[in-house]
């Protein structure tokens, strides 16, 4: 997930927190599109921000979801 704030600012994001929900087995091989959010800082004035993204199948059925924390690194 770091790897968003990376392409969008160009800056080295190091992972804090991650979770990932997985709502449905995916067979090997299936083809899935991955939406992610980049929603800003966790609290304001630190380095620290908040990320989601989901899994989907190509009907646009929704199989996993993840959130997590980055921090900038300096």
Do not use: H, W
Request: overall charge positive; some cysteine; hydrophobic content about 45%.
């Amino acid at each position: 997930m770091v790897l968003l704030p990376y392409r969008l600012f160009g800056e080295a994001y190091a992972t804090a927190e991650f979770a990932i929900k997985l709502l449905k087995p995916v067979p090997v091989g299936q083809r899935l599109r991955v939406r992610a959010s980049f929603l800003g800082n966790a609290e304001p004035g630190q380095r620290l921000y908040r990320l989601e993204a989901e899994a989907l199948l190509d009907g646009g059925e929704v199989v996993a979801r993840a959130s997590g924390k980055c921090v900038r690194v300096r």
